[in-house]
């Protein structure tokens, strides 16, 4: 049986709400399902998403494949690692300056190393003239 991993459609005309099922590729968009392992609902101010990580890494490991759509919630919900390789933290809560800061730190620290290194070579470069 190929399974996948989709969305399965629930709520009224305007008010979407989907359950996250694992479900026979065969079968209807609101058919049947394996099993459910969340649900999500756009609509609204608040966007809610609740995903069994677990089961849903299981399904996974089984074979199962996300639709483009389940991908990136599963990204979301950090079930999955992004394109880069990283799991997407749900906190946003550090600012773009902040995590910029610390490169530029690390690299300065460099730089000053190298300047420190360049110096003493030139000393050492100094003293083997005398000696010849």
């Keep these: 049986m190929a399974t996948k991993i989709r969305l399965k459609r629930f709520g009224g005309k305007h008010d979407p709400h989907f359950r996250i099922v694992v479900a026979d590729s065969r079968k209807k968009r609101d058919g049947s399902a394996v099993e459910e392992l969340g649900y999500y609902c756009p609509a609204g101010s608040s966007k809610e998403l609740e995903v069994n990580a677990e089961r849903a ?28 390789g990283e799991a997407v933290q749900e906190d946003e809560g550090e600012t773009d300056a902040a995590q910029e800061a610390q490169p530029e730190d690390e690299v300065a620290e460099d730089a000053g190393e190298a300047t420190d290194e360049a110096a003493e070579t030139e000393e050492t470069a100094d003293e083997a003239p005398e000696d010849e």
Excluded at 57 to 84: E, I, N
């Design 57 to 84: 890494q299981h399904w996974l490991d089984l074979g199962a494949q996300p639709t483009d759509t389940v991908r990136s919630l599963f990204v979301k919900a950090g079930v999955l690692a992004d394109s880069a």
